[in-house]
């Protein structure tokens, strides 16, 4: 299975800024994935991202609150724009490997 | 977004005990995967099913992939306190995997 890490693993940041979350694979991938976790809730997709092309955002997501970029098919990054307490998760990467998905370690965000 | 409804929400058990939670959707799926989470780490995948009424088995975990394809299930046998955590289903619907809402387990010494 892919091994796929997460930068930073954590990060406590002040209403208003920015974060960009790093996500690297240790093998290429078409498609990869960007999740958010809200405090005790379940996983909800935020976007899928393949190389070369925009991401793709579910309902509820847009690309000026989490602009993404996916510059080759190993790396990808998922920025939090203007943040709010209420973006308090942990957010996710994924990729799919043989209809089988894995994910990274995740990266805890905490907005004050 | 849509999610999966799991069951039980939460569960308390002593350690050796076996342990079954289910998730269910109103539509239909072509794969089904078990996941575990540790606090503070991701998901890791258990078990993965592709065919409707398949029985997959890990160690001392076992999933079925429901035969109507809208529901699937997972088994502990002697469950030991590192299975302490969240199980998650995902059904996968085209490139997409919906999460459930989650089973979290935890387990009495």
């Known amino acids: 299975s892919a091994v796929i890490s997460q930068k930073p693993s954590r990060d406590i940041c002040q209403r208003g800024t920015s974060l960009t979350i790093q996500c690297q694979v240790d093998?290429?991938?078409?498609?990869m994935f960007w999740y958010r976790q809200q405090p005790g809730q379940s996983l909800t997709l935020i976007a899928t991202?393949?190389?070369?092309?925009?991401?793709?955002?579910e309902s509820g997501f847009v690309i000026d609150k989490f602009p993404i970029s996916r510059p080759n098919l190993t790396f990808s990054t998922l920025t939090v724009s203007n943040m709010s307490p209420e973006d308090s998760s942990i957010y996710l990467c994924?990729?799919?490997?043989?209809?089988?998905?894995?994910f990274g370690p995740g990266t805890r965000l905490t907005v004050l | 977004g849509q999610q999966l409804n799991q069951s039980p929400q939460s569960m308390f058990i002593q350690e050796g005990e076996d342990v079954s939670m289910n998730c269910t959707s109103s539509?239909?799926?072509?794969?089904w995967l078990w996941y575990k989470q540790d606090p503070g780490e991701g998901p890791v995948l258990l078990i993965a099913?592709?065919?409707?009424?398949e029985l997959t088995s890990n160690g001392r975990l076992t999933a079925q992939f429901g035969i109507t394809r809208k529901d699937s299930f997972l088994n502990i046998s002697a469950s030991i306190p590192s299975d302490v955590g969240i199980y998650f289903c995902?059904?996968?619907?085209?490139?997409?995997?919906?999460f459930g809402t989650g089973t979290r387990l935890k387990v009495l010494a």
């Open positions: 994924s990729v799919e490997q043989g209809n089988e998905q894995f």
């Open positions: 093998s290429q991938v078409t498609m």
């Open positions: 991202a393949n190389q070369g092309s925009e991401a793709t955002y």
């Open positions: 539509s239909i799926f072509n794969t």
């Open positions: 099913l592709y065919k409707a009424g």
């Open positions: 995902a059904g996968r619907r085209g490139y997409k995997y919906i």
